[in-house]
């Protein structure tokens, strides 16, 4: 049963093809590259690989728009490179997920051209039409500032096809029984070629009805259910990781009440309240935010994850709480997007503090959930503000303080490694950080081995400790007769915190320090008394080793 659930102690990584390693020296990242980077992903602790889209695309959306989805871009390979590296993921014990982008397709698909083309062709009621522009065509924007309108006219065809996000994305009409069942021909055809599950792009989007009379669309969550019940024939422990960022009163639709719909979610409410709360040191947003999402079923998993390769959507916090987050880490209006977030990558976010650097990190390692991790993020990559939207904080890895930072030999690559600078690759690179013992890259490695020694948070039950200090977040995690503790301070000042850290079981009168030397005993009233420095962060696990051993032949 515990494999079955993989992923519910999964380290995930998050990475795209093209920009990660190029072996054969054209300037884009392809397959074989990553194969060469795999044992560098293995010896990091990472248990899990979420490819960004690699299928055949124009690219204008950063391979959102897809053009085939049964082959993979010559630019990165071949269906046969693709294989040979799900075989070698498998060697490694390393799963494989990868984007499932099914909202939409790019305007160039065959299915839209020969939709456009013919009104008797099979592919015209996969798309959504309207013979005259809908009055509510700016209504649902999605990308403010940015994009205009949701439907667009379309000379060839005579008629206004829809779309939630880019002109050149056609959304596709998901309710249709013969597109959903192109949809779990796709997802068959992955798992068969080795992948273990999908990031589902923009799933309330998916679900939600569509067309010009829809003026308040209406989500159909058994289509979850539907895709759900065809992984598990296909492949029993198949996932779905949902890109879903909806009110928490909702959850348990994506879920399923019995977990028979979704296995996983990002929990966008904790990510933003987590920001708020390194802005502002108010653990109150990040203590409701945890509460709120707390309610799953058993098999059922939240994601969670700091920084993601778009931008850091506030959209969820109060105008006052977006407004601090906006002056702490995205003060000028270069680092905004779309009215709602901000287009950093972390480290420059926090002015590359490594105090507040492995606070975040802690933070997140130690949330109700499955830590994903952006690629770079394991070095404290920056960003390139020069590059539009959110193309600033998808640039290249930086291996070495070889040209272009080790990632290709070809002079000119797909895109423009940050070079000079405190985030140039030649300060910030893999190469010399593994040669550093004190590194933020040897740093990880040695947190990642230890959360994955923790199963307690990602299998058990968390309550929120009572400490008196706003700005300290304490956490309890119960599980199989084992438990730990996590204190996070999210202010810059030292200070000391006294609580209790459970009910007054006898083993709670000791914790033991999981990163280093400093243990705590109780008072006589039960009571554990911590410094924690500026930022600073404790991870112990309740009970001696007595009492454990004890505890567990009960």
Known sequence: MLNDLWYKNAIVYCLSVGTYMDANGDGVGDFQGLVRRLDYLQGLGITALWLMPFQPSPCRDNGYDISDYYNVDPRYGTLGDFAEFTHACRQRGLRVMIDLVVNHTSDQHAWFQSARRD?????????????????????????????????????????????????????????????????????????QLGVSGFRMDAVPFVIATKGPQVLQPVEQYDMLRTFREFLQWRKGDAIILAEANVLPDTDMQYFGDEGERLQMMFNFQVNQATFYTMASADTAPLRKALRVTKQRPATAQWGVFLRNHDELDLGRLTPEQRDTVFAAFGPTPDMQLY??????????????????????YSVMLTSPGTPLFRYGDEIGMGDDLRLPERECARTPMQWSTEPHGGFTKHPKPVAR???????????????????????????????????????????????????SRKDVLGLRYDWRNNSVVCLHNFSAVACTVSFKAGAGDPGDARLVNLLSDEHSEADATGRHTVVLEPYGYRWYRVGGLDYLLKRSEV
């Open 417 to 467: 490694v940050i070079s000079g600078g405190p985030y140039g690759f030649e300060r910030v690179n893999v190469a010399s950080q593994r040669r550093d013992p004190d590194s933020l890259l040897n740093w990880m490695e040695r947190l990642i081995r230890m959360r994955r020694e923790v199963p307690e948070i990602s299998w058990g039950d968390f309550s929120i400790l009572r400490i």
């Open 119 to 191: 009104p008797e062709s099979k592919y015209r009621d996969w798309y959504v039409w309207s013979k005259k522009k809908p009055a509510n065509a700016t209504d649902g924007i999605v990308f403010p500032g940015v994009q205009k309108s949701t439907w667009t006219f379309d000379k060839e065809a005579g008629l206004w096809y829809f779309h939630r996000f880019y002109d050149f994305q056609p959304d596709l009409t998901t309710a249709n029984p013969h597109v959903q069942a192109e949809l779990l021909k796709i997802m068959g055809f992955w798992i």
């Open 339 to 360: 009215e709602r977030g901000i287009r950093r990558r972390l480290a420059p976010m926090l002015d590359g503090d490594r105090r507040r650097l492995e606070l975040a």
